[in-house]
């Protein structure tokens, strides 16, 4: 299993946040609703009164995208953990690879945000207010992609930055303003010193483990 969590509550945003960056291990102490992607057979036909996307009430622009993407039904963890989020709860959860976690966050994630949306171009319009943080460029990429897929018919900004290239392009994007912003710890970090990252709006923090921290 892959635990992963969820910060919704603004209070516990700082202190996350601090030991993502400085110890990498998964979130502090908080009020924690666990989710666990295997179910009991006793809550299948609880899960099932909720398990249609079509129930969750999303705005339109997001229901459109998922509608776009094929999904119908919410798997497990899905269906646990989506509306606890909207709720402005903190999770924690743990599901297998291909489980369909990256939605069971993003989703959410992009509905508590609908409020701030906006036409403007002025970057002050357009403040981090969600922290997507990865351990790895490669899942930070392909998690990404997967939230902009999900924000295309939204008017949020998205974009994402890691190691192992140019920090000018990265910049550019940050310079513009974006609403999410998925980042490995280290590169994070760079554009924090740089001044190019300000992160005094978060309201809203996803975190994954590394791989080292899975193993333990």
């Not at 666990?34 to 705005?59: K, R």
Request: charged share 20%; hydrophobic share 40%; aromatic share 4%.
């Amino acid at each position: 299993e892959i635990a992963s969590c969820l910060v919704g509550s603004e209070m516990c945003i700082r202190d996350s946040l601090r030991v993502a960056l400085t110890q990498r291990h998964a979130c502090p102490g908080a009020n924690w609703r666990y989710c666990n992607a295997q179910i009991a057979l006793g809550a299948t036909i609880a899960l099932s009164m909720t398990s249609s996307f079509s129930n969750l009430q999303l705005a339109e622009s997001l229901a459109r995208a998922v509608a776009d993407m094929g999904y119908e039904s919410m798997t497990p963890i899905q269906a646990q953990a989506i509306p606890v989020v909207l709720t402005g709860k903190d999770v924690m959860g743990a599901a297998q690879t291909g489980t369909g976690k990256t939605a069971a966050f993003s989703l959410p994630l992009l509905q508590r945000l609908m409020r701030h949306e906006n036409t403007s171009a002025s970057p002050a319009r357009h403040p981090v207010r969600a922290l997507v943080l990865l351990p790895t460029r490669e899942l930070a990429d392909q998690v990404a992609q997967q939230i902009a897929q999900y924000a295309k018919y939204t008017k949020l900004r998205s974009t994402v930055v890691f190691g192992g290239m140019d920090m000018k392009p990265q910049t550019l994007e940050l310079k513009k303003g974006v609403e999410v912003l998925v980042a490995t710890p280290g590169r994070l970090l760079d554009h924090i010193e740089a001044k190019n990252a300000v992160l005094n709006q978060v309201c809203l923090l996803y975190t994954s483990p590394s791989p080292r921290d899975k193993r333990q």
